[in-house]
T-cell receptor, first 114, second 114 residues
């Protein structure tokens, strides 16, 4: 888990505020992902990046944006937070193995939007 | 579109008994199948994956899973459950075509009673 770090680990914010969640990895992987976890819904993909210049929307990208600053860093932003974005957010990485690469997850960021 | 179904929200088993956590999937193309485990307040940890070859896959902590193409299933099994196996288990699928990103099931909580 220490190979993929997320900051902050917990965050409370108010509706309408802009916030950024950060992810860093030391695994040297090209691919990085952002997921959110909600009870009973599993993990849903928000955005993913196959390299610094290749960023793709996932199944629930509305209300979110991302930035891939370097191979090792992938940030998720909520431009104007709303209460239904309250969730547990995970960053993950994988090597380039088509769809067969194992994903390695960070410890998560617990976000509460009031 | 690809999807994963985990039909049981919770599985209860006595320590020492065999356990099975069920997973069925739907993809276009050849599937890549994964099992991850989440302990409380932790990120997801990789258990095992099926890419190709032998239908019985062995993974971490004594877990194994059997790929059944005709039934589109990938059930997770362990011959003898431990109390420490109690956690949330996720099945996930990707494919050798298309987006090649993981789609997760909703998760199954495994409770092992002493």
């Amino acid at each position: 888990d220490a190979d993929v770090t997320q900051t902050p680990r917990n965050r409370i914010t108010k509706t309408g505020k802009r916030i950024m969640l950060e992810c860093s990895q030391t695994k040297g992987h090209d691919r990085m992902y952002w997921y959110r976890q909600d009870p009973g819904l599993g993990l849903r993909l928000i955005y993913y990046s196959f390299d610094v210049k290749d960023i793709n929307k996932g199944e629930i990208s509305d209300g979110y944006s991302v930035s891939r600053q370097a191979q090792a860093k992938f940030s998720l932003s909520l431009e104007s937070a709303i209460p239904n974005q309250t969730a547990l957010y995970f960053c993950a990485t994988s090597d380039f193995s088509g769809g067969a690469g194992t994903q390695y997850f960070g410890p998560g960021t617990r976000l509460l939007v009031l | 579109a690809q999807s994963v179904a985990q039909p049981e929200d919770q599985v209860n088993v006595a320590e020492g008994n065999p356990l099975t956590v069920k997973c069925t999937y739907s993809v276009s193309g050849n599937p890549y199948l994964f099992w991850y485990v989440q302990y409380p307040n932790r990120g997801l940890q990789f258990l095992l994956k099926y890419i190709t070859g032998d239908n019985l896959v062995k993974g971490s902590y004594g877990f194994e899973a059997e790929f059944n193409k005709s039934q589109t299933s990938f059930h997770l099994k362990k011959p003898s459950a431990l109390v420490s196996d109690s956690a949330l288990y996720f099945c996930a699928v990707s494919a050798d075509t298309g987006r090649r990103a993981l789609t997760f099931g909703s998760g199954t909580r495994l409770q092992v009673q002493p």
